[in-house]
């Protein structure tokens, strides 16, 4: 019997030391390193003519939250509303103009909306800033072109070389409305080979830095980065205020951080630096 009692506790300690050697194995597989729930990529869409201040923006904004990475898409509003319409993953979308963002937002007329596009949250949208349509000239200003008076005399007479935007480009399409004001026919001109096209706001500006080009319309921001002569600016009679909406998408996965860096940009900070290259904040 004792020894039948002494054979089944040996049994019994065996286990009991099986069982404990087991255990690290299985406590490490229990701590497993997750990675930082709280790290997050937010994707801008924004205007090309925001490349130098939202690059800006976003190393005072690694201070802010560390944890949020931010990846731009700059390009003309145009392009970016048609990316983001064809499925584009975006969180933020700046555009140079009203139009192309109405065009994504469900709650305007069917005139602003034709196709009802329900893209953006229409509860986060804001006027951010507001930019000038400049007139620029490369350096020793060849034609002596000095206002928009002298460029409007200067096509008429087929005695420039003149850079704008493309007709979906926002730049473009506030140059149309100073053409129209001074009643100048564009596929005329363009014709007789007295004007040359850039597919967003940074080509017009190349163009005219080069000296490929006589004179050009682009941003004021835009002159002021690339150290460019401003020789006139637009009135709002001749091609209406220039205003850069900005909006949420509604298929954001991280709303709500891209709502925190949509309100750092209208902070005082944020404000500084669109304020030293010409924008005027309006939030």
């Known amino acids: 019997m004792k020894k039948w009692i002494a054979g089944l506790l040996t ?4 286990a009991a030391l099986a069982g404990c050697a087991a255990a690290p194995a299985d406590e490490k597989e229990t701590f497993v390193t997750d990675p930082d729930p709280e790290s997050v990529e937010v994707i801008v869409f924004a205007a090309a003519s925001m490349t130098e201040t939202l ?3 976003a190393e005072l904004y690694k201070d802010v939250d560390p944890n949020v990475t ?10 970016l ?10 969180d933020l979308f700046i555009s140079a103009a009203q139009k192309q963002m109405n065009q994504l937002d469900v709650t305007q007329d069917e005139e602003k909306n034709p196709d009802k596009l329900d893209f953006i949250d229409p509860d986060t949208r804001v006027n951010l800033l507001e930019n000038k ?14 206002s928009y008076d002298d460029l409007a005399t200067a096509l008429e007479g087929n005695d420039i070389l003149f850079a704008m935007g493309n007709e979906d480009v926002p730049v473009g399409q506030y140059t149309r409305k100073i053409f ?18 850039g597919s967003n706001v940074k080509e017009v500006t190349s163009q005219i830095s080069e000296g490929a080009v006589d004179a050009g319309v682009i941003y004021q921001t835009d002159a002021y980065s690339a150290n460019l002569t401003i020789v006139d600016t637009a009135t709002e009679d001749m091609c209406g ?14 709303p709500e951080a891209a709502q925190a860096f949509l309100d750092f940009l209208k902070t005082e900070e944020a404000s500084k630096v669109f304020e030293k290259v010409g924008f005027t904040p309006l939030s």
């Open 241 to 254: 205020k220039v205003v850069y909406p900005a909006a949420v998408l509604k298929n954001s996965e991280c």
């Open 133 to 146: 349509v400049a007139l620029c000239v490369p350096e020793n200003n060849p034609k002596n072109i000095n």
């Open 70 to 79: 931010l990846t731009f898409n700059f390009d003309s509003s145009g392009t």
């Open 81 to 90: 509303k048609t990316q983001i319409e064809e499925g584009a993953v975006c």
């Open 180 to 197: 129209a004001y001074y009643q100048l026919d564009e596929a005329a001109l363009a014709e007789k080979g007295v004007i040359t096209y």
């Open 11 to 14: 049994v019994i300690l065996i």
């Open 55 to 57: 690059e800006e923006i």
